[in-house]
């Protein structure tokens, strides 16, 4: 696996920093609310980010899951969006705080925050791990942010091609053989 890798972009350490940071901005914002929140997860690409985030959220919460198809064994071309299934609690007069991977074009948080929006939440948030600057939908935005990158496809820590690669432990390149960009490595 390792040698499908041209170059680690962020290492574990880096990111264990980050959401140490990230959960204390987010436990701060929530901090006041006793009534508890609800997060809800973008599968598949959130499930590793979800995962260390929230056992360094020491707010009172509990999960709905939304399943969004948008890549599709392309690294480059985005396609649009699909709900392809969503298991959510009454969202009416809630919390609510959407957890993603990553903001790329935007049209992914577009849906989910739309149809998150339409249950009628008392406070809507979004909190991804990574965020890039190219063909951002203007109306859509993070409140929380882990870390900002180039333009540029990457794996790991969730974040797949083809369906692979979601257990390397850093957020990486891959080589142009493995499928990763032909005009050079990066990071
Ligand atoms: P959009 O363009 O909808 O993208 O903001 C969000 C979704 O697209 C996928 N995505 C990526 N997946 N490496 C990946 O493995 C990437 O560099 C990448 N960029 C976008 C991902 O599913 C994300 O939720």
């Not at 901090?31 to 590793?48: A, M, Y």
């Not at 919390?95 to 990553?102: A, E, F, P, Q, S």
């Not at 790991?156 to 490595?185: E, F, Q």
Request: proline share 6%.
């Amino acid at each position: 696996m390792d040698k499908d890798v041209a170059g680690v972009l962020i290492d574990e350490a880096r990111i264990r920093r980050r959401i140490t940071t990230l959960a204390g901005e987010i436990a701060e914002h929530y901090s006041d609310r006793e009534r508890g929140l609800t997060i809800v997860p973008v599968l598949s690409g959130s499930i590793v980010f979800l995962a260390d985030l929230i056992r360094q959220l020491p707010v009172k919460m509990r999960m709905g899951l939304v399943h969004v198809s948008s890549y599709r064994g392309e690294t480059t071309t985005p396609r649009d969006p699909r709900l392809i299934a969503s298991a959510l609690p009454d969202l009416r007069n809630q919390d609510v705080l959407i957890v993603d991977d990553i903001l790329d074009t935007g049209g992914t948080l577009r849906l989910v925050q739309r149809s998150v929006g339409e249950a009628g939440p008392r406070s809507l948030r979004t909190v991804v791990l990574l965020r890039k600057p190219r063909r951002r939908d203007p109306d859509v935005a993070a409140d929380f942010v882990g870390f900002d990158i180039e333009n540029v496809f990457v794996v790991g820590y969730g974040l797949d091609y083809n369906g692979w690669y979601r257990n390397l432990p850093y957020i990486a390149v891959l080589t142009p053989d493995a499928g990763g960009p032909t005009d050079g490595p990066c990071g």
